[in-house]
Nanobody, 115 residues
Framework: QVQLVESGGGLVQAGGSLRLSCAAS????????MRWYRQATGKQRELVAA???????NYADSVKGRFTVSRDNARKMVYLQMNSLKPEDTAVYYC?????????WGQGTQVTVSA
């Protein structure tokens, strides 16, 4: 069974930093690509960052140079280090993976950036 649990969200001032964590259960982790999405109120969910099983990464243009995604396969963890946060980064952040064509999501963690 696949479970994803995010943590690390909170309230931060613009220019600050947060580190999100995603804890995964199941034997799939080391062979799976992992992604971070976010959804702001009234907007569609958007892909923020992705990391392949081998550690290759890519980012949305809006977060390049500010966010860093990483993973620890031994601990089955994925991280999103967010620096230089902006009010427009305010959203619920979700961890995601796709296995055998099925998407799995965590419950999300709220990030609020005040101006």
């Amino acid at each position: 069974q696949v479970q994803l649990v995010e943590s690390g969200g909170g309230l931060v001032q613009a220019g600050g930093s947060l580190r999100l964590s995603c804890a995964a259960s199941g034997s799939f982790f080391s062979i799976s690509d992992m992604r971070w999405y976010r959804q702001a109120t009234g907007k569609q969910r958007e892909l923020v960052a992705a990391i392949t099983s081998s550690g290759s990464t890519n980012y949305a243009d809006s977060v390049k140079g500010r966010f860093t995604v990483s993973r620890d396969n031994a601990r089955k963890m994925v991280y999103l280090q967010m620096n230089s946060l902006k009010p427009e980064d305010t959203a619920v952040y979700y961890c995601n993976t796709v296995l055998v064509g099925k998407g799995f999501w965590g419950q999300g963690t709220q990030v609020t950036v005040s101006a």
